[in-house]
C-alpha cells in the first residue's frame, strides 16, 4: 500500500530514481493505492548526468506515476499471492503516456487488468 509521503523507486529509464508520493489520485479521495493506481510524485533523486543520455524528468519536478509493485502482499484472481522488495513505480505525464522505452525490473501481470498493457509490453519479466 502506498500513503501520502512514502518513498518509491523508479524503475524505468526516465532518469529519476527515488520519488516521493505527494498525492493518490482517484474517486472518493482514497487514503492508499495498490498496483495499477496513479499517484502524484516529485522526483527526489537523479541518475547522474552523461553527455550522450539526458533526464527526461529534473529533480524536484512533479510527474505522476503507476505504481507497479508493492510490498504488500496481494493475492490474484487464480489464487496466488505475490509481494515484491520494494515499492516500485514507472513514471507517466498527465495523458498516460509514457516517459520511458525500458522497464528494469519485473512487473505484475495484474496491469493488464487495469488497461496498461503497453507496460507489460516493455518489461523484461511479467509476473
Given amino acids: 500500500m502506498i500513503y501520502v509521503g512514502t518513498n518509491l523507486k523508479a524503475l524505468d529509464n526516465s532518469g529519476a530514481n527515488i520519488v516521493k508520493c505527494i498525492g493518490i489520485i482517484g474517486p472518493n479521495n482514497p487514503k492508499f493505492s495498490g498496483i495499477g493506481?496513479?499517484?502524484?510524485?516529485?522526483?527526489?533523486?537523479?541518475?547522474?548526468?552523461?553527455?550522450?543520455?539526458?533526464?527526461?524528468?529534473?529533480?524536484?519536478?512533479?510527474?505522476?506515476?503507476?505504481?507497479?509493485?508493492?510490498?504488500?502482499?496481494?493475492?490474484?484472481?487464480?489464487?496466488?499471492w505475490?509481494?515484491?522488495?520494494?515499492n516500485g513505480v514507472v513514471l507517466i505525464d498527465n495523458k498516460n503516456n509514457l516517459?520511458?522505452?525500458?522497464?528494469?525490473t519485473p512487473i505484475s501481470y495484474i496491469l493488464r487488468f487495469k488497461r496498461?498493457?503497453?507496460?507489460?509490453?516493455?518489461?523484461k519479466y511479467v509476473l
Fill in 116 to 123: 496498461f498493457v503497453k507496460v507489460l509490453s516493455l518489461s
Fill in 37 to 80: 493506481d496513479i499517484v502524484v510524485v516529485t522526483v527526489k533523486n537523479t541518475g547522474s548526468f552523461t553527455s550522450n543520455v539526458r533526464n527526461k524528468v529534473n529533480k524536484g519536478s512533479i510527474c505522476y506515476a503507476l505504481v507497479v509493485q508493492t510490498k504488500k502482499n496481494k493475492r490474484f484472481l487464480d489464487n496466488l
Fill in 99 to 104: 516517459l520511458f522505452t525500458r522497464v528494469k
Fill in 82 to 86: 505475490t509481494n515484491f522488495i520494494n
